[in-house]
């Protein structure tokens, strides 16, 4: 069971292994995890309470269904981004972070380099 005051620690790893990702600071305090500039994850600020926000085209309005998910705010719920916070049902979303993240990585890398990177196995 991931604690959540690691899990945006551990989703920054995890989603710095994707092909031309860096970390990005748009705020102050933020670390935020951009492709070739393109932010496709928002992640809490250390010290914050966690919260993801991820470009989902495919499975948003899935994500959007569970209790502890919004649109992202600034217009960007409307273009797809969900965010969410920790479930507070005791149960381990880890495994479905990191398919978003995946999903999200897709959606603003480029075609040819998205289509370079087997899918990995949650």
Do not use: N
Not at 5 to 12: K, M, P, T
Not at 47 to 63: H, I, R, V, W, Y
């Amino acid at each position: 069971m991931t604690d959540p005051s690691s899990a945006a620690e551990a989703l920054r790893a995890f989603g710095l292994q994707y092909p031309e990702t860096q970390l990005k600071s748009p705020w102050p305090g933020h670390l935020d995890l951009a492709v070739r500039d393109k932010t496709f994850a928002y992640l809490s600020p250390e010290g914050q309470p966690f919260s993801l926000g991820c470009k989902l085209p495919f499975s948003a309005e899935a994500a959007l269904a569970l209790p502890f998910t919004e649109p992202t705010g600034y217009g960007l719920g409307k273009s797809g981004w969900v965010t969410a916070r920790w479930p507070d049902d005791g149960s381990d979303p880890m495994p479905m972070f990191r398919a978003w993240i995946d999903e999200s990585w897709r959606a603003q890398a480029p075609k040819r380099l998205a289509k370079s990177f087997p899918p990995p196995s949650f």
